[in-house]
């Protein structure tokens, strides 16, 4: 099921997103006590994240990490985790846990072992993920014509993670598995502008829609087990 959101302008748009998580995370936190909450990168979250930090609620109950991130050094201006850093995990945001998909290793395919065994010791359950979607029709690290694609669409694969060599800007990632986003309980895809926006009708082409490969998010928006809430602006 598709919940399509739209909003006029980008700083509605990351307020109204901003809004409806935290309103999830508040109610999750009621009910199990914590909430886990994965966040995407790239140019269209930040001032999402900035919102998302004011937002009062128990922030020492969340925890926070990356759908993907680039096999960078989070000093880089590429990196994912420095994008979270500087912008979501301060003001009262400050106090959640940060769990980085990017660890020490040279590579992300030395370092696979290491970022699926945190993730499996760090998440017992997935409940919050909010996705990007680039112009190729990418969304996570999951690239079209990516040698790793298939099995990060692998819907049966056990794998949290998936190590990518061949993305086409930054090509070294980590990036979390759709096996994994699909255990999550609320899915978010959040873009804006008019160019995405025109992506995003070749996306829903009824005849393609179920083509995953040439645009990998239709995996995650045609699927049949957790809802997508899609938050976009003109
Ligand atoms: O490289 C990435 O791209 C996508 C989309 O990013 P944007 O700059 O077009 O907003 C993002 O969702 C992903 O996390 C990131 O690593």
């Not at 990356?66 to 960078?72: F, H, K, P």
């Not at 930054?170 to 899915?187: C, D, E, G």
């Not at 082409?205 to 045609?222: A, Y």
């Amino acid at each position: 099921m598709i919940n399509d959101n739209r909003f006029s302008d980008t700083h509605t748009l990351a307020q109204q997103l901003a809004d409806s998580v935290a309103s999830k995370m508040r109610s999750i936190i009621d009910s199990r006590g914590r909430v886990s909450l994965a966040v995407s990168g790239g140019t269209t979250p930040k001032e999402f994240f900035l919102k998302l930090s004011e937002k009062e609620l128990d922030w020492s109950k969340v925890l926070v990490t990356l759908v993907d991130d680039r096999w960078v050094d989070d000093s880089d201006e590429a990196s994912n985790a420095r994008l979270v850093k500087e912008n979501l995990l301060i003001n009262k945001a400050a106090l959640a846990y940060f769990v980085p998909l990017k660890n020490a290793e040279a590579t992300p395919k030395e370092g696979l072992m290491i970022s699926e065994n945190r993730l499996h010791e760090q998440i017992d359950e997935l409940d919050i993920v909010v996705l990007g979607m680039g112009m190729d029709g990418h969304t996570a690290s999951w690239f079209p014509q990516s040698e790793a694609l298939t099995s990060c669409l692998d819907e049966q694969a056990a794998a949290c993670c998936f190590a990518v060599m061949d993305a086409p800007e930054f090509a070294q990632r980590m990036t979390m598995s759709l096996s994994l986003v699909l255990r999550a309980k609320h899915i978010y895809l959040h873009f804006e502008g008019a160019d995405k926006n025109k992506v995003f009708e070749q996306v829903c082409d009824e005849h393609e829609k179920h083509n995953f490969e040439p645009m990998p998010v239709r995996s995650v928006l045609f699927q049949n087990q957790v809802p997508v809430n899609i938050y976009r602006s003109a």
